[in-house]
């Protein structure tokens, strides 16, 4: 095991992982907050996040998708079709994967509270250069984020950015990347708290698997800015990991058929 995979896997993880089926996830114990993970183009991972979100008794449900303004359209009147919530929420424009993977999770959470955690791409592209505290503005010491990485985790994170885009990334670019995925990361945790003091909880997220990290995603915010919050994460993850993987449940399934991610850099 070599690169950002070896180094992650010498870091972390918490010893108390374990293995469930996709079974399990239609009994799942209870938690203020569920953080459903997910490959993001994976649709098996989709529908296991239906289903779990069916049968944790959820009154709210936060999406790393949607911004604020794009929670408010998921209306009744475009409940009815994929098409018409497709295209109330501007899915097309957004640059995520295919929209007929997530409309079951809004049906089955048709019910309930929307709320999103996304925030504008101007914003999260300020915090590459300005840094995550400096964008996310009032509030920003609650989750921490006006302190320093510890070196390692600083490492860490640089390599697997490095890793998730291909190799490409100049080295300078790097930690300014960690700073917007730990900007995007309080940012889901404040919808998350947002949402759990208006509907009373369960709150299930739709997010990454990256954000359901328990050391330093989502859970780790939470920990932070609400220790109060019960919270359970779950990673869904499409190979075996190599040490014990950073959540609280984590379940393995087929990967998704896709293209080489890297062909477009390797042609460039």
Request: with cysteine; charged share 20%; net charge negative.
């Amino acid at each position: 095991m070599t690169g950002a995979a070896g180094i992650l896997a010498a870091f972390c993880c918490e010893a108390s992982a374990e293995q469930i089926t996709p079974e399990e996830l239609a009994d799942l114990p209870p938690a203020d907050v569920v953080i459903l993970g997910e490959v993001h183009d994976n649709p098996i991972h989709h529908a296991n996040q239906t289903a779990a979100v069916g049968a944790i008794g959820a009154k709210a449900l936060v999406f790393e998708m949607l911004t604020d303004a794009q929670a408010l359209q998921v209306r009744p009147q475009f409940l009815v079709s994929e098409e018409a919530l497709e295209g109330a929420l501007g899915w097309s424009e957004s640059g995520w994967p295919d929209f007929a993977m997530y409309y079951p999770i809004f049906v089955a959470a048709k019910d309930l509270s929307y709320f999103g955690g996304a925030l504008p791409r101007d914003e999260v592209r300020r915090a590459v250069g300005e840094g995550a505290a400096a964008v996310f503005g009032d509030g920003s010491t609650m989750f921490g984020l006006d302190l320093p990485l510890p070196e390692e985790e600083q490492l860490v994170r640089e390599a697997g950015q490095l890793e998730a885009h291909c190799d490409a990334l100049p080295e300078a670019m790097l930690g300014g990347m960690v700073e917007a995925q730990r900007l995007r990361d309080a940012a889901l945790a404040r919808a998350v708290i947002a949402a759990f003091q208006e509907t009373g909880g369960p709150v299930a997220v739709i997010a990454g698997a990256g954000h359901a990290r328990t050391d330093w995603g989502v859970p780790a915010a939470l920990a932070l800015a609400a220790p109060e919050l019960t919270v359970l994460s779950i990673g869904q993850m499409e190979a075996p990991p190599e040490g014990e993987p950073p959540y609280d449940l984590w379940l393995v399934t087929e990967p998704a058929e896709r293209d080489d991610p890297c062909a477009g850099f390797a042609q460039e």
